[in-house]
């Protein structure tokens, strides 16, 4: 009887301190310190934080983070609702329709309720992520106050159109922006789909110090930009676009990023010694060859280049990239006529490790003969080619680079579309991917040496 005493008492005991253990300590933190931690979170994650208590109901409201609006879900849906009716519904148009308008409406009055019970005075930073054209100008507009004045730090407006993608885009609010006090605080800036001018661009890298990223892409007015000393810490910069007047950077000492989508002779460079990753595309890439000897970027360790076949023909001009780690070449056209030139480029690589291509003909290759030669790429280790099609081109690219790769560790072979030409004039060309799925097998299972790691997709 006693023994059966002394073990009900240790276990009270136990019980007594299991409670202690599990009290609810977290909510009798002070609320600074509270808000603190609900900043770190998502802002979703910070809200869902209101069940725990009737002390969580208002602390997210006050959260000092980032206000990310992203509706990522309903995009997806629609993307694949433009892919299924533009696949087996070509000779209609695809329409936006009631449904499409209505989801723009609950997603604006999401964001417009949100910022409306914010009361924190600060935040780090505002994005927003969905398709919106300039019908939600005021809205939007008032977005972008409402992020300056709470002194965000990134700001970034990501507004992709999937339904008439060049009409209606919306203009950002260049005169309430220009000359607004807390302006100088920005260090990051995105803007996709949304029309922004030179004038804006060049007030926004002579008045913001602190600026380190700035993207922009989809502009349809003319853009231009100087880009010098008055912007020391930008490290990242993006132009996609196709009506660029003029971007000129000069002694851009911090410069470590560019990627540059636009027209011919629209880039003039001067100076940007730590320049280490650059992707080019559009006309801006004819006679790229020539460009790249005029800038000196023998120190670049990754390339990019989106371009037309045609500039197969300049692989021999190529200056020689001493430092260059990582290629990555998306070629596309009617005829794959001179696309063994690579190995003249390949060659001007001496330290390239990397390797990804992509090859997109409008129409199939045809039977050229192709005069074998030895090009050793004694540092590449990885290689992937995507938009495999089995066709002879392919399969000639693939066994010249598994024989004159010593040091091959891994390749990858996809068979899979091309995301950005699905429904288009170049999706019925595809060939089937089981068949060439069984072409990469083949390939592979006879060419690489033992131990070389490979995946096909």
Known sequence: MGKSLQLTTKLRKCSTSRNILLADRISGLPDDILIAILSHLTMKEAASTTVLSHRWDDLWMHTTGCLDFDDSRTLTFWTLKLYIESRFRKPDPVEEGPLVEADRVLFVGWVNRILKSHKGATIDGFRVHFDLDSSFRSDIDSWINFALQKRARRLELDLDRLFKPWEGIYPFPEKSVIGHPTINSLTHLKLNYVNVTRELLEYILSNCPFLEFLCVRCSRSPVGAKVDAASPKLHYLEISCLNVECLEISSAINLRTLKFFGPEASLCFKNAPNLIDVSFGGSYCKDIAQKLHGHSFSQIEKLKLNMSCYIFETYDRFPILKNLKQLELVVK?????????????????????????????????????????????????????????????????????????????????????????????????????????????????TKLSPGVEYLIL
């Open 333 to 445: 056209g009617w005829d794959p006529h001179g696309v063994l030139h690579y190995a003249t480029l390949l060659e001007k690589c001496p330290m390239l490790y990397r390797l990804w291509v992509q090859f997109n003909w409008l129409e199939d290759p045809k039977e050229i003969e192709i005069q074998e030669r030895e090009c050793r790429l004694e540092c590449l280790k990885f290689i992937e080619m995507s938009a495999f099609r089995g066709s002879r081109t392919d399969l000639e690219l693939a066994t010249f680079l598994i024989k004159n790769s010593p040091c091959l560790e891994k390749i990858i072979i996809d068979t899979r579309d091309p995301p950005s030409y699905s429904g288009t004039l170049w999706e019925p060309l595809q060939k089937d991917s089981l068949a060439a799925q069984e072409s990469a097998t083949q390939l592979l299972s």
